[in-house]
């Protein structure tokens, strides 16, 4: 499979210019079976984009008050954190880290921080103290105040983080699916109801009739104590 970023691409053509034959193609489909993320990426040339969501049942991801811990089972926060270290860079909002008050690091149950460590890109404009506990884990931590969001993933492909991972408001999360820039939802769901006070995790999409509704593939399905993981799919590659 040929890495076509820019910090990669060419290195086909400079073999050949040393003398060296070079084969390609080869078990092209048995390589994209075991390297998905990878595959989605050249294709697009932007990351492989999964957006984690964890709602009640009816889709709310916060109180009226704004209380949100924990809305999940602890088997369900070891799942997110291994996602974490699954992933090259991690998005999420500085509102969201605000209050949320996360490290947004990959932690083992007993608190340890994971071997794999993924960039966190914050998003957003507003001030947040190098006192907050994203700064705190020893993790490259990047700000991002401009709205951008295509510029954003264009830059990180760029920089070979090939598989991104979205933890964010309904904010955030619209606007990249508005824009079509999600190939997956990871969409967590906790047996419990909020009623129409609660935050919903996805804003308006601009969706006005049931034939005009989103309907990503289900891809797996999974519990995890007492929740359920969902993982849909925007693309079909995989």
Not at 109 to 137: A, C, R, Y
């Amino acid at each position: 499979q040929s890495d076509l970023t820019a910090q990669a691409a060419g290195g086909i053509e400079l073999l050949k210019q040393k003398g060296v034959d070079v084969v390609t193609n080869v078990l092209s489909d048995e390589c994209s079976s075991i390297n998905p993320w990878f595959t989605v990426s050249m294709a697009q040339k932007l990351p492989y984009v999964r957006l984690k969501l964890v709602t009640s049942l009816d889709g709310r991801i916060a109180a009226q008050d704004g209380s949100s811990k924990w809305i999940s089972s602890a088997a369900a926060r070891d799942y997110v954190h291994n996602l974490r270290s699954q992933s090259s860079a991690l998005i999420s909002s500085v509102r969201s880290a605000l209050v949320d008050q996360s490290q947004l690091s990959a932690r083992n149950s007993d608190g340890s921080k994971m071997p794999n460590q993924p960039l966190v890109v914050l998003v957003g404009s507003s001030e947040i103290s190098e006192k907050h506990p994203v700064f705190q884990t020893g993790n490259t931590v990047e700000l991002f105040p401009d709205r951008d969001l295509r510029k954003l993933l264009v830059d990180l492909y760029q920089r070979q983080h090939l598989s991104v991972l979205v933890e964010a408001g309904p904010t955030l999360a619209t606007a990249l699916l508005k824009q079509q820039l999600v190939n997956e939802l990871i969409w967590i769901t906790a047996p419990i109801i909020m009623g129409d006070t609660g935050l919903p995790a996805i804003g308006d999409l601009g969706i006005d009739t049931i034939s005009s509704a989103w309907r990503p593939h289900l891809h797996g399905r999974d519990q995890m104590g007492l929740d359920f993981v969902n993982i849909l799919q925007f693309t079909t590659e995989l």
